[in-house]
């Protein structure tokens, strides 16, 4: 996602940071090549003028001399034009006071709208909306199947009649059916063309007519570039859609058309798809995909990751073991299957500050293979041999590596790996962090002891991670 947008302009920013003073030349260079960024990742010319307008306008001026430093101060107003320019803030979807809460799917074919309609369903359900899901593309092929398919994964309802119905008496009946069974929201799955011709939009309207959606959502396709600027221009002046799913945008280096769809549009982007799972869809935040173009990373939207993946009630009882240093292979092996379902690690990497676009790790591939490799190593153990790793001897070492179809030397480097995040455990809860690292805000000092609460147990109070342990 906006890997080669990210690199230009994190590129020129950097030599700005590492400048105690900066000329009026310097700060025209690099707002030049900001300007050819924008330009290659296809946002639109007009948009691009606009924006760097603006960002001179801030930067260059007597504040910026005065400052001490100066090239944090175009950073600062860099950030601050990108955020605006993708619209300031998260837009959330309108909720009706009077339920069922009615939203329109609609796009092109290809775009990837019934796929999005089953991602927007499983974020709604994990919400504790009770969802209808509605199929009325009565065109494409395996169309209904596919919204069934998707309805049986996660356990969401389908409303279907067939594809001899018209595709707007289907989404009338769907929301009757979903005012009957008192459903919270209906998600309606409406049919698309390979282009905006005028049978699509004529049928369009006459279906939001017909069910009066609370939002008109558009899924655009990233990858389409400019394209996709265009056709919202197209389903925002006939449809009146109300906002903008953008998905692939996992796919398109550039994004452009993410930077261009609002300004041109006026159309806030409401989520983003990041992936083919059914949970890759995010909450479009434009100050937080504003800090991962300038290589600042999201931890806000690692956080949120964690809170919607991992168990409560499991991280509290991993605290209490670690707390007590009793952390096991059995809880290696459990944040290992915890750490996955946040989705592929090449990704959440990039989420942290200062690693998404750091040369180093720019060609970065994870082996999600080893992780499986793993896992077979432990679960070829004993529960004794789980506990307590150090009873590992090479004659139980060779057995485990057979059992798991991995070598010695696998096992060898598993539970190196385990012991060094045991020390790294200790270290933590030992109070200061780990040797060799400054020491994290609200941190005690090394050397001194966790405080204990009023039962005798340590506490972990603010050892700045951003997670629950072990993921605070």
């Known amino acids: 996602m906006f890997e080669s947008l990210s690199e230009r302009i994190s590129g020129v920013i950097d030599k700005l940071r590492g400048r105690g003073k900066l000329t009026e030349q310097d700060v025209k260079d690099a707002l030049r090549e900001v ?62 006071a009077d339920p069922p809460t009615v939203i329109m799917m609609v796009g092109l074919n290809g775009a990837g709208k019934t796929t999005t309609a089953g991602k927007l369903a499983l974020h709604l359900t994990k919400e504790k909306k009770k969802v209808l899901l509605a199929a009325t593309d009565v065109y494409r092929p395996a169309a209904i199947k596919q919204l069934e398919v998707l309805g049986e994964q996660l356990k ?73 600027v265009n056709i919202a221009n197209q389903f925002g ?56 173009i300038l290589g600042m990373g999201d931890v806000l939207g690692l956080i949120e990751k964690a809170e919607q993946t991992m168990d409560e009630e499991e991280a509290a009882a991993l605290e209490a073991k670690i707390l007590e240093n009793e952390f096991d292979l059995n809880d290696f092996l459990n944040q290992m299957k915890q750490i996955r379902k946040l989705g592929p690690l090449e990704n959440i990497i990039k989420m942290l500050p200062g690693v998404g676009n750091n040369p180093a790790l720019k060609d970065l591939q994870v082996d999600e293979g080893r992780f499986a490799r793993m896992e077979a190593i432990i679960c070829s153990m ?29 096992v060898n480097q598993l539970l190196k790996q385990f012991t060094m995040l045991q020390k790294m455990m200790e270290s933590l809860t030992g109070g200061g962090g ?14 001194k002891k966790p405080k204990k609460n009023k039962k005798g147990k340590k506490k972990l109070k603010g050892i ?9």
């Open 35 to 96: 300007r050819r960024a924008l330009l290659e990742a296809d946002v639109s010319l007009s948009v691009v003028k606009k924006f760097i307008g603006k960002v001179r306008e801030k930067a260059v001026g007597e504040e910026l001399w005065k400052s001490l430093t100066p090239g944090q101060l175009v950073v600062k107003h860099v950030r601050d034009e990108l955020t605006e320019l993708m619209g300031g803030e998260a837009v959330p979807l309108e909720i009706s």
């Open 434 to 447: 780990m040797p060799g690292m400054p020491r994290l805000p609200g941190m005690p000092k090394r050397g």
């Open 237 to 292: 002046q006939r449809i009146k859609t109300t906002g903008v799913i953008m998905t692939k945008l996992d796919g398109d280096a550039r994004g452009g058309a993410a930077l261009s769809v609002r300004e041109v549009t006026g159309m806030p982007i409401k989520f983003i798809g990041v992936g083919e799972r059914l949970q890759a869809l995010e909450v479009f935040h434009p100050d937080r995909m504003a800090g991962r």
């Open 156 to 228: 969401v309802p389908v409303f279907q009649m067939g594809d001899k119905n018209s595709p707007v008496d289907i989404a009338k009946a769907a929301v009757a059916h979903a005012e009957k069974e008192e459903f919270d929201v209906v998600i309606i799955d409406t049919a698309g063309r390979l282009q905006a011709n005028e049978e699509l939009m004529k049928e369009l309207e006459d279906t939001r007519e017909a069910i009066k959606p609370d939002e008109s959502l558009l899924v655009l396709d990233a990858m389409t570039g400019q394209d996709a």
């Open 382 to 410: 004993t529960l004794e041999e789980r506990k307590r790793p150090n009873i590992l001897n090479a004659s139980r070492k060779k057995r485990v590596a057979a059992g798991s179809g991995n070598d010695v030397s696998d």
């Open 464 to 472: 700045g991670l951003p997670f629950k342990m072990p993921f605070r």
